[in-house]
């Protein structure tokens, strides 16, 4: 029987109607709390695991400094942490590394943007459904298959170009670095090109103006905030790229800015340590910490500056 009486043609509300409806009201919001602490979990790995690298690398390398000054390890020139008299001059190794993903850079860059904006803007549907599957099947190849064929392909290649190349040097590693990196600058670009709205285009055209004078004047200025995140994501991935260095530019240190010459890396430092003898806790194990923490500063170094430029760029268009 009911205990609320109609009232102008509403119908009758019974306490057991309430009382069932607020029950699914709270169980809904229960459910709800537990998706959403399910995803804050989810979101809180990635934060946690970076914390986790920091800190170990942080006590790690400060084991190192309290043995090493950092003044030396800043300003020498060279590295030899495993030989008997020891260097610890982070320089050959940063002087590698920023040479091969600079060669490697020049390479992705360049091609990664025009095929960006040539399947965005110029490719037919039925081209764009071909590449891009080629394009992700290129960054999904093992990095160690790219070492080799860049030491037993790329390298004769230029050899033949330039006879007093090396075998072993940063050139070939780096052109077949930036080969690598292609499909990640490529992909994003395209992306971000695609999210530019139409009506910028139409407008473009209503002007008069060409469909290469609309996508390098219009839809790319408007969309290099994703442009520039593609580039930086290039750049983290050419920092840390480890096998195709290790077996195509060398693994002697060297101090040098010339591409057709033969340096090791800081990755390639680092694969070199972690696959030798050393005992745990010694000074030259350590020395994998101190470059480890140079190298994330460095990529750290490279994502500010990229958010810096997505910024810039976000606000004037």
Known sequence: MSVLTKAEGLPAVTPGSVSDR??????????????????????????ATTVAIVIVLL???????????????LTDTQWTPLFADAHYGILPLLSGTLVSSFVALA????????????????APFSVREVAKPFLELLGGIPTIVYGYFALLFV????????PSLPGFNLLSAGIVMGIMIIPYVSSVSEDAMRAVPMSLREGSYAMGATRFQTAVRVVTPAAFSG??????????????????????????????????????TITSFI????????????????????????????????????????KRYRQAY
Not at 155 to 162: G, K, M, V, Y
């Open 59 to 73: 006590a790690e390398s400060f084991l190192f400094f309290t043995k090493v000054s950092l003044w030396d390890f």
């Open 107 to 122: 390479v992705a860059i360049p091609l990664g943007t025009i095929i960006a904006i040539y399947l965005s803007e110029f």
């Open 271 to 310: 694969v070199q340590v972690a696959l030798g003898d050393l005992p745990h806790g010694s000074l030259a194990y350590q020395t994998i910490f101190a470059a480890g923490l140079t190298l994330c500063l460095l990529t750290l170094a490279f994502n500010v500056i990229g958010h810096l430029l997505r």
């Open 155 to 162: 390298t004769p290649l230029l050899q033949s170009i330039f």
């Open 227 to 264: 442009i520039a995140a593609a580039y930086i994501l290039g750049i983290s991935r050419a920092v840390g790229e480890t096998m195709i260095l290790a077996v195509a530019a060398g693994t002697q240190p060297n101090l040098t800015w010339n591409p057709m010459e033969s340096a090791a």
């Open 22 to 47: 607020l029950a699914k009201r709270r169980s809904r919001h229960v459910k709800e709390r537990v998706i959403e602490f399910g995803l804050f979990l989810a979101a809180l790995v990635s934060v």
